[in-house]
C-alpha cells in the first residue's frame, strides 16, 4: 500500500506542476496576447493568437458551460477512477504519468470556465488552419494518443486485468 500512496503523491504533483504552466500560459497570452493581432512564430505555419472559447473541443456547444462542465466531471472522476486502480508496478509509470497529464489538462480548462466563464486558447496552427488551442489541450490529446499506442500495442490482455470489476 506504501507504494501506492507514494505513486498516488508522484501523480498529484505531476497534476499540480502541470496546471499551473498551463495557468501561467494562459495568464501571460492575457496579458500579451489580449487585444493585440496574432503574433507570427514561424511565419505562415505557427502563431499566438488570442481567443476566448466559450464551447468545448474545436468550439463546439457554444454557452453550454453547465453542460461542458458537467460532462467534465464525469470523465474526471473516470479517468481518476482508472488512476486509482492502476497497479504501482514499474511497468505503469508512464501510464499513471499520462493519467495525470490527462487530469491537469481538464482541471486546467475546468479552471479557467469556472474562474472567468471561458477556455484562454493562443495556440494556432495557420497552416492547416487548426482551432485554436492551449497548452491545457495538448496534455490531453497527446497523453491520449500515448495512451492508445500503449494499449494497443505494449500491454497484453493480462497486464489489464486490473481493470476487471469481477
Not at 42 to 64: H, M, P, T
Not at 149 to 157: A, N, P, S
Request: net charge positive.
Amino acid at each position: 500500500m506504501r507504494k501506492k500512496s507514494v505513486m498516488l503523491t508522484i501523480d498529484a504533483v505531476v497534476m499540480l506542476i502541470l496546471i499551473a504552466l498551463d495557468q501561467l500560459t494562459k495568464h501571460l497570452a492575457v496579458i500579451h496576447l489580449k487585444g493585440s493581432p496574432a503574433v507570427s512564430l514561424i511565419d505562415g505555419v505557427l502563431a499566438l493568437k488570442y481567443l476566448e472559447n466559450r464551447g468545448s473541443a474545436f468550439g463546439i456547444l457554444q454557452d453550454r458551460k453547465i453542460f461542458i462542465l458537467f460532462v467534465g466531471v464525469i470523465f474526471m472522476a473516470v479517468i481518476f477512477f482508472f488512476l486509482f486502480k492502476l497497479p504501482s508496478d514499474k511497468k505503469f509509470y508512464i501510464v499513471h504519468i499520462l493519467l495525470s497529464a490527462i487530469i491537469a489538462g481538464g482541471l486546467g480548462n475546468m479552471i479557467d470556465r469556472f474562474r472567468i466563464g471561458y477556455v484562454v486558447d493562443f495556440i494556432y496552427f495557420m497552416l492547416i488552419d487548426f482551432p485554436v488551442f492551449n497548452v491545457a489541450d495538448c496534455y490531453i490529446v497527446i497523453s491520449t494518443i500515448g495512451l492508445f499506442i500503449l494499449f494497443m500495442f505494449v500491454y497484453k490482455e493480462k497486464d489489464l486485468e486490473f481493470l476487471s470489476f469481477k
